[in-house]
């Protein structure tokens, strides 16, 4: 299958990414590369909030193997497919910040998170690393709006960094959606855009793209 790919100029300019961290994919072998990303994983851990009470957070829940690309819905849920991609920058907006730990969750086709004992973020939720370039990419069904409300339809996500703790950032949004607020589209936590345009494919697969401000 056939991936669309956007690329959004300014996924996030966090003030406190002070370092990259290294991926060791280099003739020293899988073995090492391999302990240094668990090596990574564990430090990011550390930095997530550990909170049984903290309703956003995910981080400290990230599975040992977590790569920049995952899926969170299979196959066989077709409709309203999505993918998105993009790149996450140091707080010049130009440095590519490898090694962020991104957590992001969304209600299903019915607006529901948990159903019948799931996690209440529900079943679509996941980890990304951001790769040696900073780049990330997810594939999902498009979320929607909290039943008989006025949330505009949207996707949540958190950051955890390697200098600072895990924190939320404006959750990802839909142009078209008319429950989207002026405060939604003006606020930017983290340098970012977050209404994004949806295109459908050749294949199918709705692609993402920044709109312009």
């Not at 078209?176 to 345009?197: A, C, H, Y």
């Amino acid at each position: 299958m056939n991936r669309i790919i956007e690329n959004r100029r300014d996924f996030l300019k966090h003030a406190s990414i002070a370092a990259a961290f290294p991926f060791l994919l280099n003739c020293r072998g899988n073995t090492l590369a391999q302990r240094s990303e668990q090596d990574i994983i564990n430090f990011l851990r550390a930095n997530a909030i550990s909170s049984n009470g903290c309703s956003w957070c995910g981080a400290k829940d990230v599975p040992q193997n977590v790569s920049s690309r995952t899926i969170l819905a299979n196959n066989a849920e077709k409709a309203g497919r999505l993918v998105v991609s993009g790149t996450v920058f140091e707080k010049d907006g130009k440095t590519p910040a490898p090694g962020v730990l991104i957590y992001l969750y969304h209600t299903d086709a019915e607006g529901i998170y948990g159903r019948n004992g799931e996690h209440r973020h529900g079943r679509y939720r996941g980890w990304l690393l951001s790769d040696a370039k900073g780049r990330y990419e997810f594939e999902t069904i498009r979320p929607a709006s909290y039943p008989n409300t006025t949330f505009a339809a949207h996707i949540h996500m958190t950051l955890t960094g390697r200098n600072f703790k895990e924190d939320w950032i404006d959750s990802i949004l839909f142009e078209g959606d008319r429950f989207i607020t002026e405060r939604e589209r003006t606020s930017q936590k983290g340098g970012f855009n977050p209404v994004l345009r949806l295109e459908n494919g050749a294949d199918g697969i709705l692609a993402a793209y920044e709109t312009s401000n």
